[in-house]
């Protein structure tokens, strides 16, 4: 009996060190490891001495360990590879977002530029007011309108869970968001504080694009009202239809329509939105004094500056790189930025010789200010289509786009007759509507969406063609309706006086270019001017 026991205590005894030599082995190649690493990382010593190559740098002794007793764990290195990924991504959105904040100054330069001298000041002083103005009232609640149902995003931002819907044929549809303002309470989030950077610039850059439309023209007190309206509403109920957890996204879900309305960085959201804004304003304000003669003709109203514009050019174009790479909302696991960036480039490109060599063969010239704006036209027809089309496809896009712009220019002043001083309704608005039916046809289907040119069918076309009617059918509308009450409200334009003298004494109380001698105004516009004070 005793011997039973004993045996029965050996192999208990025997089976709990197989277990424990079982658990040792499964578990101690990875502990071991990371401690032999550990061990072998440079010492504090050793770094001392300087790290000219930068093989030393960054080792695994630099992962935050949570529990000095326990030492380094497996759990260790997963966080700090979690948060590395997710650091990265804030890193590359924030960047991306401060290069289209720059772009405020390639729109000021090539505004201004396009514009007289006597206007100079207040035309800067749009572009650089509208970044107030439209930030201000996004803070205060156009965030919450767009992206207030949008967690989820980078890593976090979960405090965005309240999207706005209805309910039709059976299928929920997201109106507005509805957390999100102030950027208090659960939105107070390091993600969130991303998100809101990265897509208030985007907002500021849809506000700017009106001031053009306006210059030269545009009370400056109607302006900053009618600029934080669009901020804080007219532009964040598009984007969120667009962008945020809003029905033109659900398109494809709800109605099998592609791939949902599709606008990458934001040819319809931004720049369309911008221009249609832009051309409701124009509407109402009218052209000019002298851009018209009494029998329909135009006459060209030169700007000041064409250098300005053409370095404002520049700048916007560098500042792209951050609109449409940036728009991927980080760079691991995001490596189409590459794509992204290189079509970006494409279109510009070659937007830049369709409208140069278009207004060569028309007016026997290159003509600086229209192949500036072929380059902008490029890249805003690029904009939404830019992830999802192959270079062939983004250089054909710009090329289009080149022509069209020229084309549209010219319909819009002499068919519309609506006096547009820097193109912003062309460049802008024909050129990101157009940029959404590209979408449609070009995408290749190698990120996601397949148009009609790649088999595709019509599916995708169809939703974007959706998405235009809303722009044309809500922004424009909205956009003309704002500006008509502010028009019987406060007056949108200044008077005759004010603007035969140029609004920046005026308006601003300060010249752009006090020391200057200004040049007389062409007999045609000094005629009109001397009409309409009389």
Same mark, same amino acid.
């Given at each position: 009996?005793?011997v039973?026991?004993?045996?029965?205590?050996?192999?208990?005894?025997?089976?709990?060190?197989l277990?424990?030599?079982a658990?040792?082995?499964?578990?101690?190649?990875?502990?071991?490891?990371l401690?032999?690493?550990?061990?072998?990382?440079?010492?504090?010593?050793?770094?001392?001495?300087?790290?000219?190559?930068?093989?030393?740098?960054?080792?695994i002794?630099?992962?935050?360990?949570?529990?000095?007793?326990?030492?380094?764990?497996?759990?260790?290195?997963?966080?700090?590879?979690?948060?590395?990924k997710?650091?990265?991504?804030?890193?590359?959105?924030?960047?991306?977002?401060?290069?289209?904040?720059?772009?405020?100054?390639?729109?000021?330069?090539?505004?201004a530029?396009?514009?007289?001298?006597?206007?100079a000041?207040?035309?800067?002083?749009m572009?650089f007011?509208?970044?107030?103005?439209?930030? *201000?009232? +996004?803070? $205060?609640?156009?965030?919450?309108?767009q992206?207030? !149902?949008?967690? /989820?995003? =980078? @890593?976090?931002? &979960? #405090?965005?869970?309240?999207?706005?819907t209805?309910?039709?044929f059976?299928?929920t549809?997201?109106?507005?968001?509805?957390?999100?303002?102030?950027?208090?309470?659960?939105?107070?989030?390091?993600?969130?504080m991303?998100?809101?950077?990265?897509q208030?610039?985007?907002?500021?850059?849809?506000?700017?694009?009106?001031?053009?439309?306006?210059?030269?023209?545009?009370?400056?007190l109607?302006?900053?009202?009618?600029?934080?309206?669009?901020?804080? *509403?007219t +532009?964040? $109920?598009?984007?969120?239809?667009?962008w945020?957890t !809003?029905?033109? /996204?659900? =398109? @494809?879900?709800? &109605? #099998?329509?592609?791939?949902?309305?599709?606008?990458?960085?934001?040819?319809?959201?931004?720049?369309?939105?911008?221009?249609?804004?832009?051309?409701?304003?124009?509407?109402?304000?009218?052209?000019?004094?002298?851009?018209?003669?009494?029998?329909?003709?135009?006459?060209?109203?030169?700007?000041?500056?064409?250098?300005a514009?053409?370095?404002g050019?520049?700048?916007?174009?560098?500042g792209?790189?951050?609109?449409?790479?940036?728009?991927?909302?980080?760079?691991?696991?995001?490596?189409?930025?590459?794509?992204?960036a290189?079509?970006?480039?494409?279109a510009?490109?070659?937007?830049?010789?369709?409208?140069?060599?278009?207004?060569?063969?028309?007016?026997?010239?290159?003509?600086?200010?229209?192949?500036?704006?072929?380059?902008?036209?490029g890249?805003?027809?690029?904009?939404?289509?830019?992830?999802?089309?192959?270079?062939?496809?983004?250089a054909?896009?710009?090329?289009l786009?080149?022509?069209?712009?020229?084309?549209?220019?010219?319909?819009v002043?002499?068919?519309?007759?609506?006096d547009?001083p820097?193109?912003?309704?062309?460049?802008?608005?024909?050129?990101?509507?157009?940029g959404?039916?590209?979408?449609?046809?070009?995408?290749?289907?190698?990120?996601?969406?397949?148009?009609?040119?790649?088999?595709?069918?019509i599916?995708?076309?169809?939703a974007?063609?959706?998405?235009?009617?809303?722009?044309?059918?809500?922004?424009?509308t909205?956009?003309?309706?704002i500006?008509?009450?502010?028009?019987?409200?406060?007056?949108?334009r200044?008077?005759?006086?004010?603007?035969?003298?140029?609004?920046?004494?005026?308006?601003m109380?300060?010249?752009?270019?006090?020391?200057?001698?200004?040049?007389?105004?062409?007999?045609?516009?000094?005629?009109?001017?001397?009409?309409?004070?009389?």
């Amino acid at each position: 009996m005793k011997v039973k026991k004993i045996k029965l205590m050996l192999g208990c005894v025997l089976a709990m060190v197989l277990l424990a030599g079982a658990t040792g082995f499964a578990q101690s190649p990875t502990t071991l490891e990371l401690k032999d690493t550990l061990g072998k990382a440079p010492t504090a010593e050793t770094l001392t001495k300087g790290d000219a190559a930068g093989a030393l740098t960054g080792t695994i002794s630099d992962v935050t360990v949570s529990d000095e007793a326990a030492g380094l764990t497996l759990g260790d290195v997963g966080n700090q590879v979690g948060q590395n990924k997710i650091a990265i991504n804030f890193m590359w959105t924030l960047i991306a977002g401060f290069m289209v904040m720059f772009m405020q100054a390639g729109f000021a330069f090539v505004e201004a530029g396009l514009c007289r001298a006597k206007n100079a000041n207040h035309t800067y002083m749009m572009n650089f007011a509208v970044y107030a103005c439209g930030l *201000f009232a +996004y803070w $205060l609640i156009g965030f919450s309108i767009q992206m207030g !149902g949008c967690g /989820g995003a =980078l @890593g976090g931002a &979960l #405090g965005l869970n309240t999207e706005h819907t209805i309910n039709l044929f059976g299928k929920t549809w997201g109106i507005f968001g509805g957390t999100g303002m102030f950027l208090s309470g659960q939105t107070y989030d390091v993600a969130v504080m991303v998100i809101f950077l990265f897509q208030m610039v985007f907002m500021d850059t849809a506000l700017t694009i009106v001031t053009g439309a306006g210059a030269e023209r545009w009370k400056f007190l109607t302006f900053c009202v009618s600029s934080m309206i669009m901020g804080a *509403f007219t +532009y964040p $109920l598009f984007a969120n239809w667009a962008w945020g957890t !809003g029905w033109l /996204g659900s =398109l @494809g879900d709800n &109605l #099998g329509l592609g791939a949902n309305y599709s606008d990458f960085a934001g040819s319809g959201v931004v720049h369309a939105v911008g221009g249609l804004s832009g051309l409701g304003l124009a509407l109402i304000m009218g052209p000019r004094i002298g851009k018209y003669n009494r029998d329909g003709s135009s006459n060209s109203i030169l700007g000041h500056d064409i250098s300005a514009v053409l370095v404002g050019c520049f700048i916007l174009a560098f500042g792209w790189f951050g609109f449409n790479p940036g728009s991927t909302l980080g760079a691991s696991g995001a490596l189409r930025i590459s794509t992204i960036a290189v079509n970006t480039m494409l279109a510009g490109c070659t937007g830049t010789f369709g409208a140069m060599l278009y207004m060569w063969c028309l007016k026997g010239k290159p003509d600086a200010s229209m192949s500036g704006n072929g380059l902008l036209a490029g890249l805003v027809a690029i904009t939404a289509p830019c992830a999802w089309v192959n270079t062939m496809g983004a250089a054909i896009i710009g090329v289009l786009a080149g022509v069209l712009v020229c084309l549209s220019a010219a319909y819009v002043e002499n068919v519309m007759k609506v006096d547009d001083p820097v193109g912003a309704v062309s460049v802008h608005g024909t050129c990101g509507l157009f940029g959404l039916i590209a979408v449609g046809l070009f995408a290749d289907g190698s990120y996601g969406v397949t148009g009609l040119f790649y088999g595709g069918g019509i599916n995708q076309l169809v939703a974007q063609l959706i998405g235009i009617s809303t722009l044309i059918g809500f922004v424009f509308t909205t956009s003309f309706v704002i500006n008509w009450v502010l028009d019987i409200l406060m007056g949108q334009r200044t008077s005759a006086e004010s603007e035969v003298e140029g609004l920046d004494i005026p308006e601003m109380g300060q010249l752009g270019y006090p020391e200057y001698v200004l040049k007389a105004e062409p007999e045609v516009l000094l005629a009109a001017e001397q009409g309409a004070v009389a």
